[in-house]
């Protein structure tokens, strides 16, 4: 098979964001990531709904379909039943997914169709000039509330979580890098794969993860970059981690207390049980870093395959075999 890069899926269409905006960084990671995954260009077909984020398609080489507010997820559903083999990808934002979409969302990530969602989330409505979204922080004055929002902002984690998703990572549009192992890791997983990636808007939103992202902030004393079978250590001298303390997660340093790196929490992406995961999801500076990487990858039967299991078996054992057959069944009258 012909080796691809990055090139390859690289559409002629102009990009047309903002000067600055993440959904650049995004784009790239993407494009980088793909060729590592070794599949075929035409096995891709990138999904989106409505807004800055949706754009995507056009962007990349590959098929794709614009589709409408909120929607996508009914589209990519469509298709991955139509044929397992493609690998799907819906692009989405917080608006698209999280309001007018909310209720396709959830049920993608209950029902685990074999698909990747990326949930680019820059807490506001882009494309329609600066409204809050659903995952807008409390009091920030928008174009369509000027006074502050009086909202309790959405959680991605929590409805993941809410939900028995089986895939969940989180990462800053500021780290291709961890990026592009996240999206390679969603690809290979069997399921639906949630990414939330925080994304900066430089018009409506910008700075919004400043005490996150920010140039002048140590990432590494207010992000924690998990792995799977990896002790939670972070910090820039690596010499603080997690622990459980009676039921609830604290941070604590090594070395102080008596506390030795064998007592910091080992990360289990893969355990069933959601406790930690959610736990993971909620932590927020300044009291905890921010959880990036892939929190929750666990094993489960996928809805696609489940459905075609249906078809085969209704194939095999259906009384009828042709329109006739059902036809000429039964009772019968003649006019």
Known sequence: ????????????????????????????????????IGRKKEDYVFISGIGCS??????????????????APAFATGIKLANPKLSVWQITGDGDALAIGGNHFIHALRRNIDINILLFNNEIYGLTKGQFS?????????????????????????????ANSTFFARVADTNPKLMQKIFIEAEQHRGTSLVEILQNCVIFNDKTFESITGKKINKKDVQLIVEHGKPMIFGSESNKGIIFNGSKIEVVKIGENGINEEDILVHNAKTEDSFLHSMLGKMMPPEFP???GVIRSVERPTFNDGMLEQIEYEKKNAKFKNVNELINSGETWKV
């Open 290 to 292: 921010i959880v990036m």
């Open 1 to 36: 098979m012909l080796e691809l890069t990055n090139k390859d899926f690289r559409s002629d269409q102009e990009i047309r964001w903002c000067p600055g905006c993440g959904d650049y960084a995004i784009l790239r990671s993407l494009q980088k990531a793909l060729p590592q």
């Open 54 to 71: 949706s754009r995507f398609p056009y962007y990349m080489n590959t098929y794709g379909f614009h589709s409408i507010h909120g929607r």
């Open 134 to 162: 659903p995952t807008s922080k409390k009091g920030i004055k928008t174009k369509s509330n000027p006074h502050g929002t009086t909202d309790d902002p959405f959680s991605a984690s929590n409805i993941a979580n809410g």
